[in-house]
């Protein structure tokens, strides 16, 4: 069928999906939504710098008191200077879309603020744009793989449809996640090309983007092990992998260097807020190495990550099943998925807050997507009681996907504190039962954020 013979076809479903999805909430007429918890660290930087000139939040404490909206979320340093809890990475991504809204504010007399509905719209764009971009790159990945047309378009209905990656989207929009994972598949693919052929474009690609990367999360820099030990699958390949970085020392440090680029106007602005190049901005909060939460991190009701997005686990499953021609690839998907995995969930609050599933391992679907095409190749090469049998299984995970992003929308999933009794007692329903409080497994931010336990 021609349909599944053009990948780029699923990619068109899935962006399609996403703005259905935008389109039935309508968050941007909401006062409260798309800029929001989060997003307004990550946005800060541009009102802040291009229409207040105030990127030291001195002038006025931009609290709307009679709705309580604020514009601005800082945290006080020791000498009360305010200081954006998080980098600037990711008002770089949204900036097209700041600048387009704020010039359409200007030209029609609209409310020119920064947090009307005009940016929150074009805000919403700029995610359906990363995703579409992440998933176009996907494609080229799994093209570059050798992997088939049939097998492409149905990975990436899988990944699109099936994971939190359309939550975050569409109804968690403007989040960190779709833009990470935008520029993972960049990276990725810039790492298997540079690989071949280690020239000075792909060289400052790979510098940019893992600037980035990082610059947007910096826990995010891990994904550096894959390009460290791609296509490495011996110890004997390690003495080789070095050498090979020996000859292209010059490369390798002018992609550190670029990076360090890209961090240079978060150094700046550190070091005009608070005196120092360098800041740790979280404060209080860190992680604990020595008590990682990884179980609790992927099977529990509150937050697992293979309970809200049971479609990952075939791309666990596809590790085992990587064709020939990629097989080098095992340890280094493995190696990155496995440390990762380590640190997310070392993090004092493993659940990171009040979001749908496991946001936190989105980005690494860029990755996964690898293993998980390697399964669904795996599939369509069996029998076809198998192959009914897997495709009964993905289309009720990508039922229950889009059905528990409405789920939590409309707050029959809890944002933080859900329990495995209430999750079966909200299976299937749209909004909250009656006294579902009392099956609320609260959760003690304070407890976790101070315990005693040592890193």
């Given at each position: 069928m021609?349909l599944?013979s053009n990948?780029?076809?699923?990619?068109l479903?899935?962006?399609?999906?996403?703005?259905?999805?935008?389109?039935?909430?309508?968050?941007w007429s909401k006062?409260?939504?798309?800029?929001?918890?989060?997003v307004?660290?990550y946005?800060?930087?541009?009102p802040?710098?291009?229409?207040?000139?105030?990127?030291?939040?001195?002038?006025d404490?931009?609290?709307?008191?009679?709705?309580?909206?604020y514009?601005?979320?800082?945290?006080?340093?020791?000498?009360?200077?305010?200081v954006?809890?998080m980098?600037?990475?990711?008002?770089i991504?949204?900036s097209p879309?700041?600048?387009?809204?704020?010039a359409?504010a200007?030209?029609?007399?609209?409310?020119?603020s920064?947090?009307?509905?005009?940016?929150?719209i074009?805000l919403?764009?700029?995610s359906?744009?990363?995703?579409?971009?992440?998933?176009?790159v996907t494609?080229?990945?799994?093209?570059?793989?050798r992997?088939s047309?049939i097998?492409i378009?149905?990975?990436i209905?899988l990944?699109?449809?099936?994971?939190?990656l359309?939550?975050?989207?569409?109804q968690s929009?403007?989040?960190?996640?779709?833009?990470?994972f935008c520029?993972?598949?960049g990276?990725?693919?810039?790492?298997?090309v540079?690989?071949?052929?280690?020239?000075l474009?792909?060289?400052?690609?790979?510098?940019?983007?893992?600037g980035l990367?990082?610059?947007?999360?910096?826990?995010?820099?891990l994904?550096?092990?894959f390009f460290i030990?791609?296509?490495i699958?011996?110890?004997?390949?390690?003495k080789?992998?070095?050498?090979?970085?020996?000859?292209h020392?010059?490369?390798?440090?002018?992609?550190?260097g670029?990076?360090?680029?890209v961090w240079?106007?978060q150094?700046?602005?550190?070091?005009?807020?608070?005196?120092?190049?360098?800041?740790?901005?979280y404060r209080?909060?860190?992680?604990?190495?020595?008590?990682?939460?990884?179980i609790?991190g992927?099977?529990s009701?509150?937050?697992?990550?293979?309970?809200?997005t049971p479609?990952?686990?075939f791309?666990?499953?596809?590790l085992f099943?990587?064709?020939?021609?990629i097989?080098?690839?095992?340890?280094s998907i493995l190696?990155?998925?496995?440390?990762?995995?380590?640190?997310?969930?070392?993090?004092?609050?493993?659940?990171?807050?009040?979001?749908?599933?496991?946001?936190?391992?989105?980005?690494?679907y860029?990755l996964l997507?690898?293993?998980?095409?390697?399964?669904v190749?795996?599939?369509?090469?069996?029998k076809?009681?198998?192959?009914s049998?897997?495709?009964?299984?993905?289309?009720f995970f990508?039922w229950l996907?889009?059905?528990?992003?409405?789920q939590?929308?409309y707050?029959?999933?809890?944002?933080?504190?859900?329990?495995k009794?209430l999750?079966?007692?909200?299976?299937g329903?749209?909004?909250p039962?009656?006294?579902?409080d009392?099956?609320?497994d609260?959760v003690?931010?304070?407890?976790?954020?101070?315990?005693k336990?040592?890193?």
């Amino acid at each position: 069928m021609k349909l599944f013979s053009n990948p780029y076809y699923a990619i068109l479903i899935v962006v399609f999906t996403a703005i259905i999805i935008d389109l039935s909430f309508q968050n941007w007429s909401k006062r409260h939504r798309v800029i929001e918890h989060d997003v307004h660290s990550y946005y800060y930087y541009l009102p802040a710098f291009f229409i207040y000139d105030d990127l030291k939040v001195e002038k006025d404490d931009y609290y709307l008191v009679e709705d309580k909206f604020y514009y601005f979320w800082n945290q006080p340093d020791e000498n009360g200077n305010k200081v954006a809890k998080m980098t600037c990475g990711l008002s770089i991504l949204y900036s097209p879309f700041f600048f387009i809204a704020h010039a359409i504010a200007l030209v029609f007399n609209l409310e020119a603020s920064g947090f009307s509905e005009v940016y929150k719209i074009l805000l919403l764009i700029s995610s359906i744009f990363y995703l579409l971009i992440g998933l176009i790159v996907t494609t080229k990945i799994l093209k570059l793989l050798r992997f088939s047309s049939i097998t492409i378009f149905i990975s990436i209905l899988l990944l699109g449809l099936g994971t939190n990656l359309l939550a975050y989207s569409s109804q968690s929009a403007v989040n960190s996640h779709v833009y990470s994972f935008c520029l993972f598949t960049g990276f990725i693919y810039n790492t298997i090309v540079w690989f071949k052929k280690p020239n000075l474009y792909r060289t400052i690609l790979l510098g940019l983007l893992f600037g980035l990367i990082t610059l947007i999360r910096p826990s995010n820099g891990l994904i550096v092990l894959f390009f460290i030990f791609y296509e490495i699958s011996s110890f004997s390949e390690i003495k080789h992998r070095f050498l090979f970085f020996i000859r292209h020392f010059g490369k390798i440090i002018a992609i550190v260097g670029l990076t360090f680029v890209v961090w240079m106007p978060q150094f700046w602005y550190w070091n005009m807020i608070s005196g120092n190049w360098i800041y740790y901005s979280y404060r209080n909060e860190g992680f604990y190495f020595s008590d990682p939460k990884i179980i609790e991190g992927l099977f529990s009701f509150r937050k697992g990550w293979l309970v809200y997005t049971p479609m990952m686990v075939f791309a666990i499953f596809g590790l085992f099943f990587l064709p020939e021609n990629i097989k080098k690839l095992k340890w280094s998907i493995l190696i990155f998925t496995i440390i990762n995995i380590y640190v997310v969930f070392s993090w004092w609050c493993w659940w990171y807050g009040g979001t749908y599933g496991q946001r936190v391992m989105i980005e690494s679907y860029a990755l996964l997507i690898i293993p998980l095409a390697a399964f669904v190749k795996w599939v369509m090469d069996n029998k076809i009681i198998v192959k009914s049998l897997f495709f009964i299984i993905c289309i009720f995970f990508i039922w229950l996907n889009i059905f528990q992003t409405y789920q939590f929308e409309y707050k029959a999933l809890h944002y933080d504190s859900m329990s495995k009794k209430l999750y079966f007692k909200q299976f299937g329903k749209l909004t909250p039962i009656p006294d579902s409080d009392k099956d609320i497994d609260w959760v003690d931010y304070d407890k976790a954020k101070f315990s005693k336990r040592k890193l």
